[in-house]
Nanobody
């Protein structure tokens, strides 16, 4: 099993920045890729960004390209999401998730951390 714990959320004004952290524990050797997802009030969960644990390849949703950066620190078993130029539409619960292979589903999920961007 893999456990994921998000932290770093909070309240920020539009144009501000936050850095989210996703700390992984347990059977972390089984992790192939880690992604960030978010769910805003009244909306479905959407993909934000992902990173391949070993290869470092990254992918971003169009809505956050140029503003968000995903990175990882293997020594700390932690994935980060640096969020800059935040907008009110970025307000959501942000979830960290992990999958075990290139074609598997994201089957490990954290509890989520709230990000609120005021206008």
């Amino acid at each position: 099993q893999v456990q994921l714990v998000e932290s770093g959320g909070g309240l920020v004004q539009a144009g501000g920045s936050l850095r989210l952290s996703c700390a992984a524990s347990g059977r972390t050797f089984s992790i192939y890729r880690v992604g960030w997802f978010r769910q805003a009030p009244g909306k479905e969960r959407e993909f934000v960004a992902a990173i391949t644990w070993s290869g470092g390849g990254t992918n971003y949703a169009d809505s956050v390209k140029g503003r968000f950066t995903i990175s990882n620190d293997n020594a700390k078993n932690t994935v980060y999401l640096e969020m800059n130029s935040l907008k009110p539409v970025d307000t959501a619960v942000y979830y960290c998730a992990a999958r075990r292979s290139w074609d598997s589903v994201y089957d490990y999920w954290g509890q989520g951390t709230q990000v609120t961007v005021s206008s």
